[in-house]
């Protein structure tokens, strides 16, 4: 995310005088609600490519869409069949990794951009920046980095459609991403890039916020201010519900 804002700061300075688009996002749901029975979110992502004064912008232009939620630190264990046993063997810790990560764009990112020009705003699963907490080997950890994307994605928190934006006259643009029901609670930023001759034109970046309501929302407020009692309480209620089962079955 910083590399990408310092990027970004670089681009406006060098080409302040150009008229180059502007971007103008809109969100179908800025804030979503996480209750009972919460089984996802469908987000629909949209805009216009214009000019400063408000026109329709001249040019062909690409657009990627980027939605990422709260930066986490992450450790990826790695199963050795040890005696006919999976068991954990080596592992890595990640600094910080974006809990969810979705790519939308109008066609493949390799055929818009350079590698360099992915890497900078990390348009694609393969250009993560995941940092990993103390020195290790490149190789090892390429291995732990694609062994963590693999393992989200499976998930659906990381998701890479590269034929997902629709553009509609060159000023109009819409992506649909889906947001599974796993997601964490917090602020998901939304950046949309506009690309033209492989250079990155115009950007802008908007907000969702994530957030548990309800029974949930009081659950999750315990458990982050009331540790102690929180777990002390879970472990009554669990001996409680065995001791209840126990006499159900015993009375059949």
Same mark, same amino acid.
């Given at each position: 995310m910083v590399r990408r804002m310092a990027a970004l700061l670089l681009c406006a300075a060098a080409c302040g005088g150009a008229r180059d688009p502007i971007l103008v996002p809109e969100i179908s749901q800025h804030e979503i609600q996480v209750r009972q029975g919460f089984t996802g979110a469908d987000l629909l992502l949209f805009g216009a490519i214009l000019t400063p004064e408000g026109a329709r912008a001249a040019g062909d232009y690409d657009i990627v869409v980027l939605l990422e939620g709260p930066?986490?630190?992450?450790?990826?264990?790695?199963?050795?069949?040890? @005696?006919?046993?999976?068991?954990? #063997? %080596?592992?890595?810790?990640? !600094?910080?990794?974006?809990?969810?990560?979705?790519? @939308?764009?109008?066609?493949?990112? #390799? %055929?818009?951009?350079?590698? !360099?020009t992915a890497a900078i705003y990390e348009m694609g699963l393969n250009w993560l920046q995941l940092s990993p907490i103390g020195v290790i080997d490149p190789a090892e950890q390429k291995r732990f980095s694609d062994g963590l994307v693999d393992l989200m994605r499976r998930q659906g928190l990381y998701q890479q459609n590269e034929h997902a934006v629709k553009i509609s006259g060159q000023v109009l643009y819409q992506a649909r991403i889906a947001l599974p029901s796993s997601v964490l609670t917090g602020t998901y930023t939304a950046e949309t890039f506009a690309v033209s001759d492989g250079k990155v034109v115009a950007s802008a970046i908007s907000r969702v916020t994530v957030r548990k309501e309800g029974f949930e929302r009081l659950v999750a407020a315990n458990a982050d201010q009331n540790g102690f009692f929180y777990g002390l309480f879970a472990v009554i209620v669990s001996v409680s519900m065995g001791w209840i089962a126990g006499r159900l079955f015993a009375l059949v």
């Open positions: 930066a986490r630190s992450i450790t990826v264990r790695e199963k050795q069949k040890v @005696a006919g046993i999976w068991v954990n #063997a %080596s592992s890595t810790a990640f !600094r910080s990794a974006p809990s969810f990560y979705a790519l @939308a764009s109008s066609r493949p990112i #390799a %055929s818009m951009v350079d590698a !360099r």
